[in-house]
């Protein structure tokens, strides 16, 4: 079945930029979206369509997308912006949607 | 406003059955592609299935872990889609997450409801 690769953890200090990769054979043909779930929440869209911002989705948050490759980027991340992060996505057919293994984000 | 309530959680003995509900205000459950995404605890999200509106077939897809096991339906007179699981595991304790894309840059989910396998 269709995996997405995330880091499990990535760790930067408040105001530095963190990366967050995503990598599956099926992009760039199949979109690349990311959410963020704090603890004991449910999980918010950040980023739709590769690099697209939901309303509301503060502008430090940007996607981009290269090859087989996502990637969610926080420039001056804040201490808020804890969290873990996932990536996902749809196979080939389309008919199956994936979820990459989650990012937990330390800001410290 | 759309919202959606998760219920019907609990625990399950290995080989049992549950039902799961997903009660939808704002919405209309056949009308729309609806799914369930689960989180088993301190672990990563997991997509579980899908049903397509009943315009676009009303056909089902599931994640491989649970395929043949689970099953999602809908009744429209309670405006409510359900996951039926059958043969349950203890890999399958989790909480479960039913969840409504809008449009692509809109998503909603339920509050989860918390389902544990154990003898």
């Known amino acids: 079945s269709y995996e997405l690769a995330q880091p499990p953890s990535v760790s930067v200090s408040p105001g530095q930029t963190a990366r967050i990769t995503c990598s599956g054979n099926?992009?760039?043909?199949?979109?690349a979206y990311w959410c963020q779930q704090k603890s004991g929440q449910a999980p918010v869209l950040l980023i739709y369509?590769?690099?697209k911002r939901p309303s509301g989705i503060p502008d430090r948050f940007s996607g981009s997308s290269s090859g087989t490759m996502a990637t969610l980027t926080i420039s001056g991340a804040q201490v808020e912006d804890e969290a873990d992060y996932y990536c996902?996505?749809?196979?080939?057919?389309?008919?199956?949607?994936?979820f990459g293994g989650g990012t937990r984000l330390t800001v410290l | 406003e759309v919202q959606l309530v998760e219920s019907g959680g609990g625990l399950v003995k290995p080989g049992g059955s549950l039902r799961l509900s997903c009660t939808a205000s704002?919405?209309?459950?056949?009308?729309?592609?609806m799914s369930w995404v689960r989180q088993a605890p301190g672990k990563g999200l997991e997509w579980v299935g899908r049903?397509?509106?009943?315009?676009?077939?009303?056909?089902?897809d599931y994640g491989a872990p649970v395929k043949g096991r689970f099953s999602i339906f809908r009744d429209e007179s309670r405006n409510t889609m359900y996951l039926h699981m059958n043969s349950l595991r203890t890999e399958d304790t989790a909480t479960y997450y039913c969840?409504?894309?809008?449009?692509?840059?809109?998503?909603?989910w339920g509050q989860g409801t918390l389902v544990t396998v154990s003898s």
């Open positions: 969840r409504f894309v809008a449009a692509a840059d809109t998503v909603y």
């Open positions: 704002g919405l209309t459950v056949t009308n729309v592609w």
């Open positions: 049903i397509k509106s009943k315009g676009d077939g009303g056909t089902t």
């Open positions: 099926a992009f760039p043909r199949k979109f």
């Open positions: 369509e590769d690099n």
């Open positions: 996902y996505s749809t196979d080939d057919s389309g008919n199956h949607s994936v």
